[in-house]
């Protein structure tokens, strides 16, 4: 969830500069301002994820080891070490902050260049298996190229957001402010609220391209280091929301209504260990999905 909120807190940012840009140029050639649009699009979402590992570091306090000074330390490296082996990738980054917490998060631009923190709740919350199996779901989002995947569908729909505000634009423009000539502010007025209310429609897929691709990170975990194992991870984040949130935040976590479900980027804890249970997702997990 983290990891999701400072890519597109991220990314919004980096588009509203371009977008910005983009309209002092203000460029007259359809064919080109498409191809313009698309680089922009793409650009602003890979650049917020080549930022993301700084920015996590930066936002949370993380602590990466470089050395073990401890047995925790080293035990939590050594744990990671062996699962980033059976995903095929090459071991990432290792970092602690202090939350009390029991979270994790996992991003990078490369599979073989990534982060994986942990929380200092976590660590103190959760047995060994099960601080390995939140750490299995981690590097199966690393192993599955997650973070890359996300930032193209974000691409794209930058790209989308940008063409079809400018179209409402300039429709709205003519149509209802009556400028036959150039464009006016009724233009750039309608510009800025249909990249608002688009943008928030982009965040709905993907959010729904996130809830998707925690299935698949939680199978790849049980490939992993066990079916059970992950259960059991999921298990006791659904007794701790459970119980550290009042009932009302309990409701819109973990069983909220269709209409928040869209813009949440994890599916229920229940629906997930459900989706573990049945073996759905499993065959396709991991390197396969």
């Known amino acids: 969830m983290k990891t999701i909120s400072l890519f597109l807190i991220t990314n919004f940012a980096v588009l509203l500069v371009l977008s910005f840009s983009l309209?002092?140029?203000n460029v007259a050639n359809m064919g080109f301002f498409l191809i313009l649009a698309l680089v922009i699009g793409m650009g602003g979402s890979f650049i917020s994820l080549a930022m993301s590992?700084?920015?996590?570091?930066?936002s949370t306090g993380a602590q990466v080891i470089d050395y073990?000074?401890?047995?925790?330390?080293r035990r939590l490296v050594e744990i990671i070490e062996s699962i980033a082996i059976g995903a095929g990738i090459a071991k990432p980054e290792i970092?602690?902050?202090?939350s009390p917490d029991i979270n994790a998060?996992?991003?990078g631009i490369n599979?073989?260049?990534?982060l994986v923190a942990v929380s200092s709740g976590l660590l103190d919350n959760m047995t060994e298996e099960e601080v390995e199996a939140v750490l299995a779901h981690e590097i199966s989002h690393v192993a599955n190229g997650d973070m890359i995947r996300l930032s193209l569908i974000q691409g794209v729909l930058n790209t989308f957001v940008m063409v079809f505000a400018r179209i409402i634009g300039q429709i709205i423009d003519r149509v209802v402010f009556k400028n036959e000539r150039g464009v006016g502010i009724g233009y750039y007025l309608s510009i800025m609220i249909a990249e608002v209310v688009?943008?928030?429609?982009a965040n709905i897929i993907v959010m729904w391209f996130s809830r998707k691709r925690e299935f698949y990170a939680d199978a790849g975990a049980a490939k992993l280091v066990g079916k059970h194992k992950m259960i059991a991870a999921l298990e006791r984040l659904q007794m701790a929301h459970s119980g550290a949130l009042p009932a009302q935040l309990t409701a819109f976590g973990i069983n909220s209504n269709k209409v928040m479900g869209l813009f949440l980027s994890h599916p229920p804890l229940e629906a997930?260990?459900?989706?573990?249970?049945?073996e759905r997702y499993l065959r396709d997990a991991l390197l396969k999905s």
Do not use: C, H, W
């Open 198 to 201: 688009l943008g928030v429609l």
């Open 53 to 58: 590992k700084s920015m996590a570091k930066r």
């Open 95 to 98: 970092a602690i902050y202090d």
């Open 272 to 278: 997930r260990i459900d989706a573990l249970m049945q």
């Open 68 to 73: 073990p000074s401890n047995n925790s330390e």
């Open 111 to 114: 599979r073989n260049d990534a």
């Open 23 to 25: 309209q002092i140029f």
């Open 105 to 107: 998060f996992a991003t």
